[in-house]
């Protein structure tokens, strides 16, 4: 452990809170995530952990509190943030190869033309490796499948060379075989390397290996600590404030009776923190 | 009319090399907007704006018949019409589907507008059929001035914004996360696409606007998907349409537009042939099967 002082979080929370008129998602949230911590953020639609996402971006201000990353304010574009979407199909006809997409992650943000093509080009060939897309960079990201999008996208968000990683549902309609290879990425990248990750999900099954912390949103509340200490039946039924049952089986988590979320107006897609 | 008449009436080569000499304005404004249609059909497309530049040549109709009956100059007026237009849809349509209605009750109106106009017009009857079909035959040196003009700046301004533009039009939910002002791009790519449809408005016509703004760069679309070679085949399609259109039209009697119209859709169907050759979409996805089957 080097004990040269005491490590300054990536992200630090102070009395955060948010709230859209009168309906509160969260507040007093006093959290810090440190560099290597994977941080699963859980809920129901509209419990706002794409919005805990958008604070971080810098594309929501808090209600009230504060938030810092490497100890400043947030920034819209920080270069100390990588940022994972949901899988969004490109339609055919989009003038972008793969490479083209990791290449936006390096420098789409700049103005004017690229002038000087060959460190660019360099930078995506290695971050193309990384996530293991070299062999499909030449295709046209409208014929690319939901998981060689996603590897994409990975590399994409690698492009800056992030401390913080944030995933809003990078799974989500991904099959199996993909689901495991983005996420053993983005843990690689998280435990190796030492970036800090925020993992939104409304499945933690696919990442419950490597989750460090969970942060679990729902009835403008929220808990913190291992998935052990937060997925339990008692601290779930009070937060819904009704009776929820949490199941393990080969480590493995099933919850059942989340009752039904009232609100989607985030633009989630449907689907409690379920059964697998 | 016979063939013999319809071939005379379309083609006409004699006294062609005393002919090209007087129309070198026009073939200059041609290369000029088929440079200008070429550079912003990528973005058109990618965002998906193809029935907004349809509304917005309708409005640029109204100010330049506007500018007709009151006397100024036609191509101010037209520009007027289609940055009016253009700025009004990047505030009031920033979803898809809010535009396009927007755009289809805008349309007709600038259109029912220019036609009032040029109804109580009492000049040349050609200058009226032009602005809806295309009149470049008639470029004098100040109109050129002004089309270079406003044609330098909308190119400059789009290399300026080429790279978080072509972000923010492909990818907007990263482009935003990223930084990238994604909602003033939009507005500002808006008022650079009025520009240019009243630019070709004045080589094409209101109505047939899109065979500039559109098919060259769907074309370029077809063959290719590194966007580089995108933005170097849709100049050189649009090119090709517009000064090749004039060269052709030089000798026959009836309006240039339909040379311009006929040469891009023709350069559209190559590519589709190319692109049915090489196999399109289902070599890709065959291969896709068998790398996710090893």
Redesign the interface.
């Known amino acids: 452990m080097n004990r040269s002082g005491p490590p300054v979080p990536v992200v630090r929370l102070r009395d955060a809170g948010l709230s859209f008129g009168n309906r509160t998602l969260w507040k007093n949230l006093d959290l810090d995530i440190n560099a290597g911590e994977f941080l699963a953020v859980l809920g129901p639609n509209g419990s706002g952990k794409t919005s805990f996402l958008k604070v971080l971006?810098?594309?929501q201000p808090l209600s009230g509190g504060t938030v810092t990353i490497n100890g400043r304010n947030v920034?819209?574009?920080?270069k100390d943030?990588g940022?994972i979407?949901q899988q969004?199909s490109?339609s055919?006809?989009?003038?972008?190869?793969g490479r083209?997409?990791v290449g936006?992650?390096v420098?789409?943000?700049?103005?004017?033309?690229?002038l000087r093509r060959k460190p660019v080009q360099r930078r995506v060939d290695r971050l193309l490796e990384q996530v293991g897309a070299t062999?499909?960079a030449d295709?046209?990201?409208?014929?690319?499948?939901g998981g060689?999008l996603q590897r994409l996208?990975a590399a994409?968000a690698l492009a800056t060379n992030p401390d913080l990683l944030l995933c809003d549902e990078p799974l989500l309609s991904l099959d199996l075989h993909h689901q495991q290879a983005i996420s053993s990425l983005i843990e690689r990248r998280c435990h190796d390397d030492g970036s800090a990750v925020v993992f939104v999900t409304h499945e933690i099954n696919p990442v419950i290996e490597y989750v460090d912390r969970v942060l679990y949103l729902a009835g403008g509340q929220f808990r913190t600590g291992t998935p052990a200490e937060v997925l339990r039946s008692d601290v779930l039924s009070e937060m819904y404030g009704s009776r929820v049952e949490v199941l393990r089986s080969h480590g493995r988590i099933v919850v059942l009776g989340i009752p039904d979320a009232t609100t989607h107006q985030h633009g989630e897609s449907e689907g409690d923190l379920g059964p697998a | 009319m016979d063939l013999r008449s319809f071939f005379d009436a379309v083609f006409d080569f004699s006294d062609y090399g005393e002919l090209l000499p007087l129309v070198s304005n026009s073939i200059w404004a041609a290369a000029i907007l088929g440079l200008v249609g070429g550079l912003i059909g990528t973005f058109v497309l990618m965002r998906d704006l193809a029935f907004a530049v349809h509304g917005i040549a309708e409005l640029s109709f109204a100010g330049a018949s506007f500018a007709l009956l009151i006397g100024v100059n036609v191509v101010v007026g037209s520009l007027a019409g289609s940055v009016a237009a253009a700025v009004l849809l990047a505030v009031m349509g920033l979803r898809a589907r809010d535009r396009n209605s927007i755009i289809g009750v805008i349309m007709p109106f600038g259109l029912g507008l220019g036609i009032l106009f040029l109804g109580l017009y009492e000049g040349r009857s050609a200058n009226k059929f032009g602005l809806l079909t295309g009149q470049i035959v008639a470029v004098d040196t100040v109109q050129l001035n002004l089309l270079a003009g406003v044609a330098a700046v909308v190119i400059a301004a789009l290399l300026f914004i080429w790279r978080p533009l072509t972000f923010a039009s492909a990818d907007p939910d990263l482009a935003e996360a990223r930084g990238v002002p994604v909602r003033v791009l939009s507005v500002v790519f808006m008022f650079l696409l009025g520009l240019s449809v009243a630019l070709s408005i004045q080589v094409v016509g209101a109505l047939l606007v899109l065979s500039l703004l559109i098919t060259p760069a769907a074309a370029a679309l077809l063959v290719t998907s590194s966007p580089r070679l995108v933005v170097f085949l849709s100049v050189l399609f649009a090119l090709a349409s517009s000064v090749g259109g004039i060269l052709l039209a030089l000798g026959g009697r009836i309006p240039i537009s339909p040379y311009v119209t006929t040469v891009s859709f023709a350069i559209y169907l190559v590519c589709r042939v190319i692109r049915r050759l090489r196999g399109g979409h289902r070599h890709r996805q065959l291969s896709a099967n068998t790398a996710t089957a090893a």
């Open positions: 971006l810098g594309l920034q819209r574009g920080s943030i940022y979407p969004k490109f055919p006809g989009t003038p972008l190869r083209d997409l936006l992650g420098d789409g943000d700049r103005w004017g033309l690229r062999s499909y295709e046209p990201v409208g014929l690319l499948s060689e996208r994409q």
